[in-house]
């Protein structure tokens, strides 16, 4: 399911913003995002299209044309200290669009495309480099945000939750698969005629450092492991580390079609490396431990828990992935999106 950028929401609570006469935060009801709005068009209980960060507005409609300057995306921002991150338009300023319930996907309707980096598009390596779709039998890597979990309060009262840190490098998928080594970005798998290039050599030099070919294969099973790569170049580096690492967050069973719980993940990576090898060993990202029911109560603080440093480097974290056997999902920094202007 592609992500819903664009959606109905009611608004639950407005506060002033101190030393703002013209604009006020806003929050809603059934999501955790809260942004500026004017203060005109923000009424206690009314509804709004909603745009989460990373919108790309279609520049075709005159509604959007005050984003133009921003080259209509939506990033987060802080105005007047407050962090806002989206943007929240009356939905009666929409002709044509009809009232529905909290959450009704208008993405496609108003022709919301996603913002993609520039980087992310480079490490794809472009067209002509003998790329093949990403295999139908796995899951590619994708975390829900809290802010759209409509119960988040009861999960954080009532499960346990096993949370690691976000490394923000690229994602790559590495597996075995009635009797197939394959290797893949976020997106794409790597074919046989695949060159290397400074854009993708990393996928093939962490095949080779961890030995992950030979460890799967000797291993057996239709298993896939998914993990983020870090180090030079690599989405610009933020955690400025001087080598190059793969983190694994993610096993997949790919007979059952399923994600691997925590404990299984942990299972699967000590039996790789049990396996004789010339390999250095594979490693998981780092781990902030578990979090027992009641620990945290809040939104708020979950986010509190976002920040600090990578724990690979001293930098200010992207966020923490919070799972258990059941769900998962991910917490990002609003102040790292705003360090990086993203
Ligand atoms: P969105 O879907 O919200 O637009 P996105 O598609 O860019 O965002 P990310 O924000 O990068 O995705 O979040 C999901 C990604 O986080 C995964 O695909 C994975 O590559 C990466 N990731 C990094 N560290 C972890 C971790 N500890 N656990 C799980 N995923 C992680
Ligand atoms: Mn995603
Ligand atoms: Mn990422």
Avoid at 12 to 35: M, N, R, T
Avoid at 80 to 101: M, T, V, Y
Avoid at 129 to 141: L, R
Avoid at 148 to 155: F, G, R, V
Wanted: with cysteine; glycine share 8%; proline share 4%.
């Amino acid at each position: 399911m592609s992500r819903a950028l664009a959606t109905i929401q009611t608004i639950k609570s407005i506060s002033p913003i101190p030393g703002a006469d013209l604009i006020v935060l806003a929050e809603f009801q059934s999501i955790y995002w809260q942004c500026v709005m004017k203060k005109s068009e923000a009424q206690t209980g009314s509804k709004v299209v909603y745009f989460e960060i990373d919108s790309l507005l279609d520049a075709g409609n005159p509604i959007f044309s005050f984003m133009a300057d921003r080259k209509y995306r939506i990033k987060t921002i802080k105005l007047r200290g407050q962090i806002s991150q989206g943007l929240a338009i009356p939905l009666n300023q929409f002709e044509g669009i009809k009232d529905g319930e909290d959450g009704t996907d208008l993405t496609e309707v108003l022709k919301i495309t996603k913002y993609v980096p520039p980087e992310e598009l480079a490490c794809e390596g472009g067209s002509s480099n003998s790329f093949k779709e990403f295999p139908s039998f796995i899951y590619k890597t994708d975390e829900p945000r809290a802010q759209t979990l409509t119960n988040l309060e009861t999960i954080l009262a009532t499960q346990d939750l096993k949370v690691t840190i976000k490394l923000d490098g690229t994602s790559a998928t590495y597996y075995h698969f009635q009797e197939e080594f394959g290797i893949c970005s976020r997106k794409l798998k790597f074919g046989e005629n695949t060159i290397q290039n400074k854009n993708n050599v990393h996928f093939f030099e962490m095949a080779a450092r961890y030995d992950i070919e030979n460890r799967l294969k000797t291993l057996g099973r239709n298993v896939a492991i998914q993990g983020e790569i870090i180090g030079p170049r690599i989405n610009g580096n933020r955690l400025k580390i001087a080598t190059y690492g793969f983190y694994v967050f993610t096993g997949q069973d790919l007979l059952k079609g399923k994600r691997m719980t925590p404990g299984e993940l942990d299972e699967l990576i000590k039996e790789l490396n049990e396996i004789k090898s010339d390999g250095i060993p594979l490693v998981q990202v780092p781990s902030l431990g578990k979090l027992t029911p009641g620990t945290l109560k809040s939104y708020g603080d979950l986010l509190e828990l976002s920040k600090g440093d990578f724990g690979l480097s001293k930098e200010l974290r992207e966020g923490i992935v919070c799972r258990n056997d059941n769900l998962s999902f991910k917490v990002i920094n609003p102040e790292y999106l705003l360090k990086h202007k993203i």
